[in-house]
Nanobody
Framework: QVQLVESGGGLVKVGGSLRLSCAAS????????MGWFRQAPGKEREFVAA????????YYADSVKGRFTISRDNTKNTVYLQMNSLKSEDRAVYYC??????????????????WGQGTQVTVSS
């Protein structure tokens, strides 16, 4: 069984930064692509970013491109989301997820099979 635990959320002002972490259990972390999604109040869950199993390929939603950076450390079974220049519309619960296969770094949530419990990010003006 795979467990994903997010951390690093909190309250930050517009223009500020946060770094989210997602720690994964299990010995096969490095074999799978990982992604970050978010869900704002009253909205559908949306894709944020994804990274291949080796970290050499990344993919971002247009809304965060140039401001957010996804990375991973396979020695620590952890994936990160560095969020800079935060906007009020970035406020959401952020979830990490493991892709069903190693090479999938797309935006389709159905292609991710394990999900964390989420961490709240609040951006104040």
């Amino acid at each position: 069984q795979v467990q994903l635990v997010e951390s690093g959320g909190g309250l930050v002002k517009v223009g500020g930064s946060l770094r989210l972490s997602c720690a994964a259990s299990g010995r096969t972390f490095s074999s799978y692509a990982m992604g970050w999604f978010r869900q704002a109040p009253g909205k559908e869950r949306e894709f944020v970013a994804a990274i291949s199993w080796s970290g050499d390929r990344t993919y971002y939603a247009d809304s965060v491109k140039g401001r957010f950076t996804i990375s991973r450390d396979n020695t620590k079974n952890t994936v990160y989301l560095q969020m800079n220049s935060l906007k009020s519309e970035d406020r959401a619960v952020y979830y990490c997820a493991r892709a069903r296969i190693a090479y999938y770094i797309g935006a389709n949530g159905a292609e991710y099979d394990y999900w964390g419990q989420g961490t709240q990010v609040t951006v104040s003006s």
